[in-house]
């Protein structure tokens, strides 16, 4: 079998904060007005404008320049629950930093990896972060599992530039059509990946896009072994 790629996305991909940023702010709005808002309606809010207005590693490198960001974003989200006036965005903005995040894998990620550098695949990751990801891949022991990487801050390209999906490519020598990309976004990594002709597989875990067909979606980052294996097995 001549050489197959699989790039992913990292976060909230192939990880997630914890706790959530919805998580987070279902907490704050409860501690600040002793509002109740449904955590699924917070998650949708937070999906949609995440989709339209995505943080930029590559334009952002100064925590003055990162704040003003999310007093926007925070205010648009505050906007869109329709608490903006009952909220400052830059408390809310405060007490995201006051209360620590952390990295975690979703389950079954470093076994799926296993499993596909087991079959002879190349992975890549493709990730619109700074350059604290090194150690955030470190941490999570998934470092040297990956024949490469390319994060955005380092590059200095970020999705959904079809240039930045293009150096995965250049670096293993392989086209677009032996290569499959997995995501959480489908304005960032199906739209652009799929133009590419990679074969584009979108993470929708809570069943957004309908009618996007099931060989290209997945519900459950496991699931995407089986959609690989699959394809290859119709290529060869």
């Not at 050489?3 to 709005?29: C, M, Y």
């Not at 998934?142 to 930045?164: A, M, T, V, W």
């Not at 290209?216 to 995407?224: H, L, R, V």
């Amino acid at each position: 079998m001549k050489n197959k790629l699989v790039i992913f996305d990292f976060a909230d991909t192939i990880a997630k904060l914890s706790p959530s940023k919805e998580e987070l702010l279902h907490k704050f709005i409860l501690n600040e007005l002793s509002l109740d808002i449904p955590l699924k309606h917070i998650e949708e809010v937070y999906h949609y404008s995440t989709n339209l207005l995505f943080y930029s590693s590559v334009n952002i490198k100064k925590i003055e320049t990162k704040k003003e960001f999310y007093k926007k974003f925070n205010n648009d989200i505050l906007s869109l629950l329709g608490i903006a006036h009952l909220i400052d965005s830059e408390k809310l903005f405060n007490y995201f930093n006051e209360n620590g995040q952390h990295w975690i894998l979703k389950d079954g990620v470093k076994e799926l990896f296993i499993s596909l550098k087991e079959k002879g695949y190349l992975i890549s990751l493709v990730s619109n972060f700074d350059e604290r990801l090194n150690q955030v891949l470190k941490n999570l022991e998934i470092y040297d599992l990956l024949d490469s990487k390319f994060i955005s801050q380092e590059i200095g390209l970020e999705k959904p530039n079809i240039e930045f999906f293009k150096l995965p490519l250049k670096k293993h020598n392989i086209d677009s059509k032996d290569t499959f990309f997995i995501g959480d976004s489908y304005f960032l990594d199906f739209i652009p990946s799929q133009s590419l002709g990679i074969f584009p597989i979108l993470l929708d875990e809570n069943d957004r896009f309908p009618l996007i067909q099931k060989i290209n979606k997945i519900s459950n980052i496991i699931e995407s072994k089986n959609i690989i294996f699959e394809r290859i097995s119709k290529w060869n």
